[in-house]
């Protein structure tokens, strides 16, 4: 069954450093997702991709946060500089269509923990 | 304000039992509910998801239902399994984009 695949699974950085977060989404899906989890608490929007552009973004998604597809198949999520806050589950997402009315496949996530 | 609440936080309960988790909501316009479920320190995993014409949903042992008037739905999980323990989220939809609306999640531990 396709699914969604992140790397790395866990990474640990120091605060103030760049942090590059990857994603291959299901390979006939249109729209992709970054979603932040902090734990214990409920998951986040960060921000929504489609033809080859930011479509949606919210207000966690600062300068700080850039996304991109360098090719045809990676999503990726870079933070470039990390602080404290922002140690949290990262999980990618890929839908068929919209988010309104297309399912969402999540991947497995990718643990950012900053010292 | 668009909100999705559930019950209860957090939920024990003997393996082979049912139980019955609640979620509220006031997200409107509404175009659809989804039940996820998440192990820990995993991604999310669809159970279900229903339209605002669908009161009953089921995939396997876990059936949803939805009261679009009352905005309520539930996830009914039938036989327990000591795999079921996770947390189970609502997410209501609104249309447009950004209009996912997630709540905290219920945390179910089956014991054996």
């Given at each position: 069954e396709p699914e969604v695949t992140q790397t790395p699974s866990h990474q640990v950085t120091q605060m103030g450093q760049e942090v590059i977060l990857r994603c291959v989404p299901i390979s006939n899906h249109l729209y992709f997702y970054w979603y932040r989890?902090?734990?214990?608490?409920?998951?986040?929007?960060?921000?929504?991709?489609?033809?080859?552009?930011?479509?949606?973004?919210?207000?966690?998604?600062?300068?700080?946060?850039?996304?991109?597809?360098?090719?045809?198949?990676?999503?990726?999520?870079?933070?470039?500089?990390?602080?404290?806050e922002d140690s949290a589950m990262y999980f990618c997402a890929s839908s068929e269509q919209g988010e309104?009315?297309?399912?969402?496949?999540?991947?497995?996530?990718?643990?950012?923990?900053?010292? | 304000k668009n909100q999705v609440e559930q019950s209860p936080q957090s939920l024990i309960i003997l393996e082979g039992k049912n139980c019955t988790l609640q979620c509220n909501y006031t997200v409107s316009p509404f175009s659809n509910l989804r039940w996820y479920k998440q192990d820990t320190g995993?991604?999310?995993?669809?159970?279900?998801i229903m339209t605002f014409s669908e009161n009953t949903k089921s995939n396997g042992?876990?059936?949803?239902?939805?009261?679009?008037?009352?905005?309520?739905?539930?996830?009914?999980?039938?036989?327990?399994?000591?795999?079921?323990?996770?947390?189970?989220?609502c997410v209501v939809s609104a249309p447009g984009a950004n209009n996912l609306f997630f709540g905290t999640g219920t945390r179910l531990t089956v014991i054996p």
């Open positions: 989890q902090i734990l214990g608490q409920k998951v986040e929007f960060l921000v929504s991709f489609y033809n080859n552009e930011i479509s949606e973004k919210s207000e966690i998604f600062d300068d700080q946060f850039s996304v991109e597809r360098p090719d045809g198949s990676n999503f990726t999520l870079k933070i470039r500089s990390t602080k404290l309104d009315t297309g399912e969402l496949f999540f991947g497995e996530g990718s643990r950012l923990t900053v010292l | 995993r991604g999310p995993v669809s159970l279900t042992r876990y059936t949803a239902t939805l009261d679009a008037d009352t905005k309520q739905s539930s996830l009914h999980i039938t036989a327990s399994q000591l795999s079921d323990s996770a947390s189970y989220i």
